[in-house]
């Protein structure tokens, strides 16, 4: 799980020895944090690569949702796609647009909360994605709001590719960093009715614990959400190949993809 998250976190820790006050993993100083613990062997160039072994359309236009300070779009632009990155955090953006020296003609970012602001007004684009279980962390009475708007970006044909945690039975209540290849340890507990989850994230090698919480869905859930927002041809899988043969019994979590 990027993967997993937006959280809050107010520990004091120390960080190239630096005493920095956390206030969220996705923002100032922390993003340092997040992308060491999640990028720091080209895994983003890995998940671009995994998109484009399904996604042969070129020089097409590309929406992120929830870009982060910008490394997966980018990389789509060093290879001939046009891309505009969404992100509710000010300093990831920022820090988007100042690793965007090179493709500005290409890319570009903006703060965007996209569970109250417009997504794209009259632009469309062809393929819009969301990963690293970004809409997870929107409120599970608002996220049909949030894929209608996602339609209404979308041009004909177009596609709609995220990732959602899972809320399976039995639940998965701890996973370890051999299963996540992370030096993460993810401890968790669901409301199996609302799918409402609590995670603790022990980060092994910065020696902090951090609480946030999400939502997690099941495969009918999801599936009737994009149904009544107009999506079809539906297909989910754990690994963005989309290849069936990596299907597991108990999914954390599952990307799914739809047409308009």
Same mark, same amino acid.
């Given at each position: *799980?990027?993967?997993? $998250?937006?959280?809050?976190?107010? %520990?004091? =820790? ?7 006050? *956390? ?13 060491? $613990? ?7 160039? +890995? !998940? ?55 493709? *500005?003609?290409?890319?570009? #970012? ?23 279980? /970004?809409? $997870?962390? /929107? ?6 709001? /949030?894929?209608? %708007? ?5 041009? %004909? ?8 945690? *899972? ?11 051999? !299963? ?31 609480? #946030?919480? /999400?939502?997690?869905?099941? =495969? ?8 009544? +927002?107009?999506?079809?041809? =539906? ?20 990307? #799914?993809?739809?047409?308009?």
């Amino acid at each position: *799980m990027k993967h997993a $998250s937006k959280f809050k976190i107010t %520990k004091k =820790i120390l960080f190239t020895e630096t005493l920095i006050i *956390m206030t969220g993993l996705y923002r100032n100083s922390g993003l340092k944090i997040y992308e060491k $613990s999640h990028y720091s062997h080209g895994e983003y160039i +890995a !998940e671009v690569e995994q998109i484009l072994t399904w996604y042969r359309q070129r020089n097409t236009r590309i929406l992120d949702i929830g870009c982060s300070s910008g490394l997966h779009a980018l990389e789509f632009a060093k290879r001939g796609f046009y891309i505009e990155g969404l992100d509710i955090e000010q300093s990831a953006i920022e820090l988007a647009k100042k690793r965007n020296s090179e493709y *500005m003609q290409k890319a570009g #970012f903006r703060v965007v909360d996209i569970e109250k602001d417009e997504l794209c007004g009259s632009e469309k684009f062809d393929l819009i994605y969301s990963i690293g279980n /970004v809409l $997870s962390h /929107v409120r599970k009475n608002r996220i049909l709001n /949030v894929f209608l %708007k996602v339609k209404g970006c979308l041009g %004909k044909n177009g596609i709609f590719l995220f990732d959602v945690l *899972m809320n399976t039975k039995p639940f998965r209540k701890e996973i370890n960093p051999k !299963e996540n290849e992370l030096q993460i340890i993810w401890k968790r507990q669901i409301d199996e009715e609302t799918g409402r989850i609590g995670m603790d994230g022990i980060f092994l090698d910065f020696d902090f614990t951090q609480h #946030f919480e /999400v939502w997690g869905y099941t =495969i009918r859930e999801i599936t009737e959400l994009l149904n009544h +927002a107009g999506f079809g041809n =539906i297909e989910f899988s754990e690994k963005l190949d989309f290849n069936v043969k990596n299907q597991t019994e108990k999914p954390i979590s599952l990307y #799914f993809r739809a047409k308009y």
